[in-house]
Nanobody, 123 residues
Framework: VQLQASGGGLVQTGGSLRLSCAASKRTFSNNAMGWFRQAPGNERELVASISWNDGATYYTGSVKGRFTISRDNAKNTLYLEMNSLKPEDTAVYYC?????????????????WGQGTLVTVSS
C-alpha cells in the first residue's frame, strides 16, 4: 500500500478533524500531493493540493479559510486540518500523489491513490 489515509470519523457541525496520509517514499518524494473527496451521488472533487517543497497550495472555494493542507517531507506524511465542518463536507476523503512537484487541479495528474477515509458531519 503506497498511501494510507486515516483520521476520519463522525463529528458535529462546527467541529474539527485532522486527516493524515502516510505515504511510501517513492510516492511522496518530489511529488505534489492532494486531498480529494467524494460524497454519495457526487463526482470526486479536489479539496486541496500542496506542492513538493515551495509551499504552494490550492484550495477549492468551499473550504478556503476552513481547511489547511500541509506535509512533513521527513515523515512522508500529508495532513488535512479541517475546521468549522459543515454537513456538506461529508464524504470519503482520499489522498493522492501527483506525477510531478507542482500543484495540479486535474485528477489526471494524480497517479497514486489511497483507500479513503470517511468523514461524516452531523447537523
Amino acid at each position: 500500500v503506497q498511501l494510507q489515509a486515516s483520521g476520519g470519523g463522525l463529528v458535529q457541525t462546527g467541529g474539527s478533524l485532522r486527516l493524515s496520509c502516510a505515504a511510501s517514499k517513492r510516492t511522496f518524494s518530489n511529488n505534489a500531493m492532494g486531498w480529494f473527496r467524494q460524497a454519495p451521488g457526487n463526482e470526486r472533487e479536489l479539496v486541496a493540493s500542496i506542492s513538493w517543497n515551495d509551499g504552494a497550495t490550492y484550495y477549492t472555494g468551499s473550504v478556503k479559510g476552513r481547511f489547511t493542507i500541509s506535509r512533513d517531507n521527513a515523515k512522508n506524511t500529508l495532513y488535512l486540518e479541517m475546521n468549522s465542518l459543515k454537513p456538506e463536507d461529508t464524504a470519503v476523503y482520499y489522498c493522492a500523489g501527483a506525477r510531478f512537484s507542482r500543484i495540479s487541479t486535474s485528477d489526471y495528474d494524480y497517479n497514486y491513490w489511497g483507500q479513503g477515509t470517511l468523514v461524516t458531519v452531523s447537523s
